[in-house]
C-alpha cells in the first residue's frame, strides 16, 4: 500500500554538510526504486534510480542504497548545497521480467533544507 | 529525456464547473500516467493513458469523475469534472521514457495547480 502523510518530515543541514534520506517502502515485491526532487512550484525532478539486483548506485554527487531485507532506500547527497533544498521523494514499482510498464508508487516524501 | 509540457499552469475554477488539463510530450511515447498531489502530499496515481485504448484508473478513480483523452502519442488531457473545492490539488502528467543505463523510467511535467473555490 501507499504512505501518504499530511506533514512531511524535514531534514535540515549546513551547506557542504552530506545529507542522507531515508525511505520505507511497502511492497517486497518491487524490484525498481527511483528517487525524485520537487522544487517549490515544479514537477518532480528524476534524480537516480536503482534495480532491486543492485544494492548501492552512484550519480553525481548521490548515492542510493537498497536495503531489501528491511525494505528500506536511501539518498545520500554529498556537499550538499543551498540549491539541493526541495522535497525527495521515493517510489517503487514492480515490473518482473524488465518491462518498459511499471506503476509507481510514492513514498511520503522529505523536506531537505540547506542553510548557508 | 522527453520534455513535457502542461496547459494551464494553474487556474482558479469555481465549484460545478470542469478543467481540461493538457500534455505534451516532444516525441512519441507509449505510456503516459496523470497523478494528483494534495497540498503538501505525495504523488497518487489517477490513471495510464492509453493510445487507442480507454484509461485505466486507479482504486478511488472513475471515469466519470477523471475523464481521459490520449488521441496519439505525443498528447493526452485530463479532465477534472463537476469540481468541489475537495479537488483542489497538483495534477502531474508523466510518461515513460530511457533513462540512462537503459532503463525505462517516468519523468514529470510541470504540473498544473488547480483552485477550486
Known amino acids: 500500500g501507499e504512505s501518504v502523510g499530511l506533514h512531511l518530515p524535514t531534514l535540515s543541514v549546513q551547506e557542504g554538510d552530506n545529507s542522507i534520506i531515508n525511505c520505507a517502502y511497502s511492497?517486497?515485491?518491487?524490484?525498481?526504486f527511483i528517487w525524485y526532487k520537487q522544487e517549490s512550484g515544479k514537477g518532480p525532478q528524476f534524480i537516480i534510480d536503482i534495480r532491486s539486483n543492485m544494492d548501492k548506485r552512484q550519480g553525481q554527487r548521490v548515492t542510493v542504497l537498497l536495503n531489501k531485507t528491511v525494505k528500506h532506500l536511501s539518498l545520500q547527497i554529498a556537499a550538499t548545497q543551498p540549491g539541493d533544498s526541495a522535497v525527495y521523494f521515493c517510489a517503487e514499482s514492480f515490473r518482473a521480467g524488465g518491462t518498459s510498464y511499471g506503476k509507481l508508487t510514492f513514498g511520503q516524501g522529505t523536506i531537505l533544507t540547506v542553510h548557508p | 529525456s522527453a520534455v513535457i509540457s502542461q496547459k494551464p499552469s494553474r487556474d482558479i475554477c469555481q465549484r460545478g464547473t470542469s478543467l481540461t488539463i493538457q500534455c505534451q510530450v516532444d516525441s512519441q511515447v507509449t505510456m503516459m500516467f496523470w497523478y494528483r498531489q494534495q497540498p503538501g502530499q505525495s504523488l497518487t496515481l489517477i490513471a495510464t493513458a492509453n493510445q487507442g485504448s480507454e484509461a485505466t484508473y486507479e482504486s478511488g478513480f472513475v471515469i466519470d469523475k477523471f475523464p481521459i483523452s490520449r488521441p496519439n502519442l505525443t498528447f493526452s488531457t485530463l479532465t477534472v469534472s463537476n469540481m468541489s473545492p475537495e479537488d483542489s490539488s497538483i495534477y502531474l502528467c508523466?510518461?515513460?521514457?530511457?533513462?540512462?543505463?537503459?532503463?525505462?523510467?517516468?519523468?514529470f511535467g510541470p504540473g498544473t495547480r488547480l483552485l477550486v473555490l
Open positions: 511492497n517486497s515485491a518491487s524490484d525498481y
Open positions: 508523466s510518461v515513460e521514457d530511457l533513462a540512462s543505463g537503459g532503463i525505462w523510467t517516468q519523468y
